[in-house]
């Protein structure tokens, strides 16, 4: 994905690029897909190939994160690189560039604060917080990595929260209580 992502107009890297389109879907947008793509594929001065081959590409793999959030329960997988065993820091800066995209993406589908619950606006706060942590000097302890999988927890959770909260939202009808998928309401 690397070499595509390279000749976009952003140029995100592949976490980025993951929680840029995650975002998109969390935010509402109803043409997701379409919208990423819009973002980060080749633009044409890298060469009719080159676009033609990164959209094809990126198409599918933009397919298969949507996959994801069409189940009875969507769900958000964060990417890592090389999973666990690569070093804390690395680790921690992919986390950090989804963050980054994710909130890039909020911000595209214009999404503010107002439009969320006061759940979904700390977490907003939480989010943006996050992505102001000093990464450079973070070293290898088991402290940090129980921390890093925390957060990488809470930023799963987080953004479906936020999918959940739009979801509803964009229901037409959206003035009775929330249910969890699967759960129905006792008539009495």
């Known amino acids: 994905m690397g070499p595509?992502?390279?000749?976009?107009?952003?140029?995100?890297s592949p976490s980025e690029a993951h929680g840029i389109l995650c975002g998109l879907i969390c935010g509402g947008d109803t043409q997701a897909l379409e919208s990423w793509l819009g973002q980060v594929s080749p633009t044409p001065d890298?060469?009719?190939?080159l676009v033609a081959e990164g959209r094809a590409a990126l198409r599918e793999c933009g397919l298969a994160i949507e996959r994801e959030f069409q189940g009875l329960?969507?769900?958000v997988r964060l990417p890592s690189p090389a999973g666990d065993s690569a070093p804390l820091g690395e680790r921690a800066l992919w986390l950090y560039d989804w963050i980054r995209g994710f909130l890039y993406a909020l911000g595209l589908v214009g999404l503010?604060?107002?439009d969320l619950s006061e759940q979904g606006r700390e977490i907003l706060r939480d989010l943006t917080a996050?992505?102001?942590m000093d990464l450079d000097d973070l070293e290898e302890t088991e402290d940090n990595e129980q921390?890093?999988?925390?957060?990488i927890?809470?930023?799963r959770v987080a953004a479906m929260?936020?999918?959940?909260?739009?979801?509803?939202?964009?229901?037409?009808?959206n003035s009775g209580p929330a249910t969890s998928a699967g759960q129905e309401t006792d008539p009495e």
């Open 4 to 12: 595509y992502l390279d000749a976009g107009p952003l140029n995100p």
């Open 46 to 49: 890298a060469g009719e190939a």
């Open 73 to 75: 329960e969507p769900l």
């Open 112 to 114: 503010s604060e107002s």
């Open 130 to 132: 996050i992505t102001q």
């Open 147 to 151: 921390a890093l999988a925390e957060v």
């Open 153 to 155: 927890e809470f930023v």
């Open 161 to 173: 929260l936020i999918h959940h909260e739009r979801a509803i939202a964009r229901s037409p009808t």
